[in-house]
């Protein structure tokens, strides 16, 4: 009976770990569509395609809304280094949020700015993650 019970548990945690690992990886997916839509919105001068690229980062990013969240999904032995993946994920919506308020008023140049602080924020968290 303890053997069942033990290998279930082992399964569940397994499941788990699956569940978060898929979750993550959707949600990355969802980030770099949506810098794609940003990308191509400056370059086809489409501000309705920026803004739609800047909503799907920004829903992507709540996942990470503090810092426990944001350890969740740090491999274990970088789980220390949450709060910079935190902070790095408030950057980056204070970032769209500067974005999209120029996109709003038609200061485009000023809008593509903000895609390097973007593109800062990910590649801080991801140094992280990937150890770069």
């Not at 709003?104 to 992280?128: F, P």
């Amino acid at each position: 009976m303890k053997k069942i019970l033990f290998g279930l548990a082992v399964l569940a945690a397994l499941g788990l770990q699956a569940t978060a690992s898929d979750k993550i990886k959707t949600n990355m997916d969802s980030m770099r569509n949506g810098l794609q839509s940003i990308q191509d919105g400056f370059s086809y001068n489409n501000k309705d395609q920026i803004l739609g690229g800047i909503a799907t980062i920004r829903k992507a990013n709540e996942m990470f809304h503090d810092t426990k969240s944001a350890a969740k999904y740090l491999p274990k032995d970088k789980q220390k280094f949450a709060k910079v993946s935190f902070l790095s994920s408030y950057s980056l919506k204070t970032n769209l949020n500067q974005m999209e308020e120029y996109v709003k008023i038609d200061k485009i140049v000023d809008a593509s700015d903000s895609i390097a602080g973007v593109v800062h924020s990910c590649t801080r968290c991801h140094a992280i993650v990937r150890g770069w």
